[in-house]
C-alpha cells in the first residue's frame, strides 16, 4: 500500500479523536476532523433524542469544509462514536459527499460497551467501490492497551509504520 494516509474523523466528545491521534502517530498520516455546520446539542437527551431522529430519516447535516483534498490519500482511515448502533450523521454525510472509489478505507469506532454495531456493514453500503477493512473497535477512550491494540489492527490490514 501506498503510504499516504489520511485519517478522518468526527467525535462529540474526544474519545475518537484521541484513537484518531494514536493512528496518527502510528502511520504518520494527516489528521483531519469532520465538524457540523451546527454543532449537536451538549445536553445527552436533547443529542440522544436528535441523533435518533436524524439517523431513522437518514439525514445529512451540512459540514464545515475540510483542509484536506481525499484525492491525495490512498488510505483513508475513518473515525466515529457508535451513535445508536451506526456512525454518527456527520460521519454519513462525509463518506456520502466524498467520492472514494478505489480507495482503501480502514474504519475506526469507539462505542459505550455495544462494541462497533452495525457501522463497518452501513460504512461498506455508503462506499460501493472502495475497499472497507475490518473495523477497529474500542471502549470509550481505548484504555492502557490502545497503542498495542492499534499496533495489531494496522499490520492485520498490511499497513506496516
Ligand atoms: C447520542 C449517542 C448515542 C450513543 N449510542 C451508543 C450505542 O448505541 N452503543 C454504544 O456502545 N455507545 C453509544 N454511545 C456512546 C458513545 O459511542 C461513546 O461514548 C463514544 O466513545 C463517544 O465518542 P466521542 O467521545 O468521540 O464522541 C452513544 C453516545 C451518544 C452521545
Not at 56 to 80: A, H, K
Not at 104 to 117: E, K, Q, R, V
Not at 141 to 151: A, P, W
Request: net charge neutral.
Amino acid at each position: 500500500m501506498s503510504n499516504k494516509m489520511l485519517i478522518i474523523c468526527y467525535s462529540q466528545s474526544g474519545n475518537t479523536h484521541r484513537v484518531a491521534v494514536e493512528i496518527q502517530r502510528q502511520t504518520q498520516g494527516e489528521l483531519c476532523q469532520i465538524y457540523p455546520w451546527q454543532p449537536y446539542p451538549m445536553t445527552y437527551w436533547k443529542l440522544l433524542s436528535q441523533v435518533k431522529k436524524e439517523i431513522y430519516d437518514g439525514y445529512c447535516p451540512r459540514l464545515l469544509p475540510v483542509s484536506c483534498n481525499l484525492q491525495d490519500y490512498d488510505v483513508i482511515f475513518v473515525g466515529t462514536p457508535n451513535w445508536c448502533g451506526t456512525m454518527a450523521p456527520p460521519v454519513a454525510a462525509f463518506l456520502s459527499q466524498n467520492q472514494l472509489s478505489g480507495k482503501n478505507i480502514l474504519p475506526f469506532c469507539t462505542h459505550g460497551g455495544g462494541g462497533s454495531g452495525h457501522i463497518e456493514e452501513d460504512i461498506r453500503k455508503i462506499c460501493g467501490d472502495a475497499k472497507v477493512c475490518r473495523i477497529f473497535s474500542t471502549i470509550g477512550k481505548g484504555g492502557v492497551h490502545l497503542t498495542q491494540d492499534i499496533g495489531e489492527w494496522l499490520r492485520d490490514n498490511g499497513i506496516n509504520c
